[in-house]
């Protein structure tokens, strides 16, 4: 085997390795610019719902994404839409979940609202 095909990944002394650029984990910038890019919405004024399955145990949630409010207005718009819908839900990270599968009941309440809904995903 070359050298050029063994790279260093973990060592006892200085920890881990980023397999991307080689330097430590916890110096690299590699790995967190491509999280930060993929957790971004568009800012298009678009408020779109993503149905969501994967690890919540079979149970569907509705993700609200692109709602250009503050965090206070954020979590009452959240009570709201739970109130609305009859069900649990959070306010997480500028996101809101709601339990359940409400999708057009919700889409129809944040167009009555003024915002411009859209389903995204599945």
């Known amino acids: 085997m070359s050298d050029s095909n063994i790279r260093r990944v973990y060592s006892s002394e200085e920890g881990r390795f980023c397999p991307n650029c080689g330097k430590r984990s ?3 910038s590699c790995r967190k610019d491509k999280k930060v890019g993929d957790q971004k919405t568009p800012a298009d004024g678009i408020v779109r719902l993503r149905r969501e ?3 919540r145990g079979g ?3 509705i993700v609200i994404t692109g709602l250009p409010l503050e965090d206070k207005a954020l979590k009452d718009l ?4 739970k109130k609305l819908c ?3 839900g959070s306010v997480k990270n500028g996101l809101v979940e709601i339990q ?3 999708r057009e009941r919700l889409m129809a309440e944040l167009e009555k609202l003024g915002y411009k809904a859209k389903a995204a995903g599945g």
């Open 86 to 88: 009859g069900t649990g």
């Open 78 to 81: 959240g009570k709201k839409l």
């Open 53 to 55: 399955l994967s690890g």
């Open 26 to 28: 916890d110096s690299c």
């Open 100 to 102: 359940g599968e409400h």
């Open 59 to 61: 149970k569907t949630v």
